[in-house]
């Protein structure tokens, strides 16, 4: 987690690939890094903080959270899931990613991402050890990967159906399957 140059009272939490240089940049506020460093360093506090909390809560209710999932990249915006075991249910429960890997570190449980969140906003960078810093560069770039991705919820149906004739002229299929799905979902 390194604080942010170019963000005021942001931080970028970067998340890596164990098998790749590529790691996913995620830019979260400074409460959001504040618990994800209270976890990490297993720092003990009088009161329980609120992913302490939801931890006894689930405990309490026998709900095991197995593992946290990054599904889903839109409009530079990052979505999770919480897998949770309760008896022999899985459920999937949804999460920011924040949150739920302020409770993975707290578990020790995995945390994934998508390959196609991997693709979307992934970067490739060498392997960053305790001393490194993510590059001004590196930064940049993904903000700028951010900004350049339209918001699909703010065109219209016609400007839509161009941008997925776009994504399949250019063979983008992940992106033309995104485009297809939000036009699907206003039908």
């Known amino acids: 987690m390194t604080y942010s140059e170019s963000s005021t009272g942001a931080y970028i939490l970067v998340l890596g690939d164990k098998n790749s ?33 939801l931890l006894k809560f689930a405990n309490t209710f026998r709900v095991s959270i197995l593992e946290v999932v990054i599904n889903r990249f839109r409009d530079g ?36 991402a998508y390959e196609t969140v991997m693709d979307e906003a992934g970067i490739i960078m060498n392997d960053l050890d305790e001393s490194d810093d ?33 994504a399949i002229d250019n063979e983008d299929y992940q992106k033309a399957a995104e485009i297809r799905d939000e036009i699907r979902g206003r039908s």
């Open 77 to 112: 915006v990052f979505y999770a899931m919480l897998v949770c075991q309760q008896g022999d249910d899985i459920v999937m429960v949804d999460a920011r990613p924040s949150d739920a890997i302020a409770l993975a570190v707290r578990l020790g449980c995995e945390i994934y």
């Open 21 to 53: 240089p590529r790691r996913l940049p995620i830019v979260i506020g400074n409460a959001e890094a504040q618990a994800i460093a209270v976890g990490i360093e297993r720092q003990p506090n009088s009161r329980p903080l609120t992913h302490d909390l």
């Open 134 to 166: 993510l590059t001004t560069s590196g930064e940049e770039e993904y903000i700028n990967k951010v900004q350049d991705e339209p918001n699909l919820d703010l065109l219209t149906l016609g400007e839509l159906e161009d941008l997925l004739q776009e």
